[in-house]
């Protein structure tokens, strides 16, 4: 289960030179200034504004901001224009920013270690091959002959790639043992298409 909601965070307290509304005292009112957030299991994500109430000190009146008189609100917008939003509050951002970053990087030295594999093929190799959309596989590396490398195909498909370790497990028995030869440039032509996910060697 997800938990994910908004809260805020005080930022600022001043004190402000005027009657309470309620009981009339002078220099007893303070507003503070609040901003708020949305969190995923208490993370701060981004901020979305800021919010604020007022407090008399004397007859402990509260007031929302909604709920203050116009010249309570003047106040209340002339502090917030002082207050900065904490950086914190942007965690979640940066968090999702350095996740992205990391997922190219991995991608593109995947990328280069698939090429590299295929460039450089082995007996054993394993290939995730993508057949259509909604078909997966594996083909597994038999032999090299020059620049063409022989694969055995697996008899076994599934529909999503999740899907692929459960062929994996199914052991050598599953591949059909009639050798389909590919050159290494139609391989990394498959590679470039998408069709060949991934290369594991042992």
């Known amino acids: 289960m997800i938990i994910y909601g908004h809260r805020a965070t005080h930022i600022d307290t001043k004190e402000i030179p ?3 509304s309620s009981c009339g005292s002078e220099n007893t009112l303070r507003i503070s200034v609040f901003s708020r957030y949305a969190h995923i299991f208490w ?3 981004f ?4 919010t604020g109430a007022s407090e008399c000190s004397n007859c402990k009146q509260v007031l929302q901001l909604n709920e203050m008189p116009p010249e309570y609100k003047a106040s ?4 917030k224009e002082h207050t900065a ?5 942007f965690a979640g951002l940066v968090i999702i920013a350095v996740l992205i970053a990391f997922a190219v990087y991995s991608s593109k030295q995947s990328d280069k270690e698939n090429m590299a594999r ?6 054993g190799d394993v290939y995730e091959i993508k057949t259509s959309e909604t078909a997966y ?3 597994k590396v038999n032999s090299i002959t020059d620049d063409t490398v022989y694969v055995y195909m697996n008899e076994y498909e599934t529909n999503k790639p999740s899907g692929l370790s459960d062929i994996k ?3 050598d028995e599953a591949f059909l043992q009639v050798p389909i030869g590919y050159t290494k440039a139609e391989l990394l032509q498959m590679l470039e298409k998408g069709e060949i996910r991934d290369v594991e060697r042992d």
């Open 18 to 20: 005027l009657k309470c």
């Open 43 to 45: 993370i701060p994500i």
């Open 47 to 50: 901020p979305f504004g800021k």
């Open 76 to 79: 209340y917008n002339a502090i």
């Open 85 to 89: 939003t904490p950086k914190w509050t």
């Open 118 to 123: 295929i460039n450089a093929p082995k007996a």
């Open 137 to 139: 596989t594996i083909y």
């Open 169 to 171: 497990a199914k052991g």
